[in-house]
Nanobody, 121 residues
């Protein structure tokens, strides 16, 4: 059974940096898009950044210029480098992969369990 395991969350002061990682365990044929989402207390989950298998990226306006998403395909891993963090970035961050388990299988969406990021002012 494939699982997504996130790491790298924690407590940081405003202006600081954190780097999140998310790796898929188990056997995977291919991973199409990878992404990061976040959910702040009392708010809906929102997109932070995505990256396609070809390396095209997309960012929420609120994080453009501060966050960088990247992927290391050989390790089925996606990263989120977060710089110039603000208190409003405080949330639980979730990774999401669209994966295939064979050349003929449908694409399936998997989510991690989340990692908490707290930015103090």
């Amino acid at each position: 059974q494939v699982q997504l395991v996130e790491s790298g969350g924690g407590l940081v002061q405003a202006g600081g940096s954190l780097k999140l990682s998310c790796a898929a365990s188990g056997s995977v044929f291919s991973i199409d898009s990878m992404g990061w989402y976040r959910q702040a207390p009392g708010k809906q989950r929102e997109l932070v950044a995505t990256i396609t298998s070809g390396g095209s990226t997309n960012y929420a306006d609120s994080v453009k210029g501060r966050f960088t998403v990247s992927r290391y395909n050989a390790k089925n891993t996606v990263y989120l480098q977060m710089d110039s963090l603000k208190p409003e970035d405080t949330a639980v961050y979730y990774c999401q992969f669209d994966m295939r388990f064979s050349s003929w299988s449908d694409r399936m969406s998997y989510w991690g369990k989340g990692t908490r990021v707290t930015v103090s002012s």
